[in-house]
């Protein structure tokens, strides 16, 4: 495998399948047998997942609800959706770690990099749950700064198309994919990979990024295995 620690950004968008909202199950275990499929190749995997399914911070406030508490209704979303992944994970017979950005004991240990890294050496899936822990910040800053903080070799952000493309590919046809990407070029062409605040982190830790289609069975193992699935952002 090309890629020895890896740090998987999903969206909560992800987890709804075919639903409106919440969680699909079947999706659930789909991803689950995804990600065994790269630990048992010894690819060790941290996983941030956002709560956009549950709860999303900016749509509380544009109705008028307070940003702060908004953002920590966010996180507690993500909380939400990691307890149901970790369920998923362990169900298929692996070792599971739950952490988190904010304080919520019992249900997930307290995040910390040098934590989180000695449970990866050990074999552990560990899920990364409640954000940065601040409001103003979104899951994909979070995955950002976990990857950093992990020693991570890659983010791998799992989305539902197959790269980044010059322009939405559902809704405009001539859309041409883009196979790499510099970190300035995908800002001298404001392409919408992640926010400015992750974008920066990663480029200012030389983090690259591949954005592929994590619906597609089998593509988590090929894109680890250093296979030219998705879109490679780097430096």
Partial sequence: MKYKRILLKLSGEALMGSRQYG???????????EIKSIV??????AIVI????????????????????GDYMGMLATVINGMALQSALEKTGLKTKLLSGIAIDPVAESMSGRKASEYLANGNVVIISGGTGNPFF???TASALRAVEIHADV????????????????????????ITLTFDEAYSKNLKIMD???????RENNLPIIVFNMNTKGNLEKVVAGEEIGTLVRG
Avoid: H, W
């Avoid at 969680?23 to 047998?33: F, K, N, T, V």
């Avoid at 048992?40 to 995997?45: G, H, I, Q, S, Y």
């Avoid at 791998?156 to 197959?162: A, E, H, P």
């Fill in 23 to 33: 969680i699909e199950p079947q999706r659930l275990d789909e991803y689950a047998g």
């Fill in 40 to 45: 048992n190749k010894r690819v060790e995997v």
């Fill in 50 to 69: 956002g709560g956009g399914n549950i709860f999303r911070g900016l749509s509380g406030a544009s109705e008028g609800m307070d940003r702060v508490q």
């Fill in 138 to 140: 979104t899951t994909d």
């Fill in 155 to 178: 983010i791998l952000k799992g989305t539902r198309v197959d790269g980044v493309y010059t322009a939405d590919p559902e809704k405009d046809k001539n859309a041409k994919k883009y």
């Fill in 196 to 202: 400015m605040t992750a974008f920066t982190l990663c």
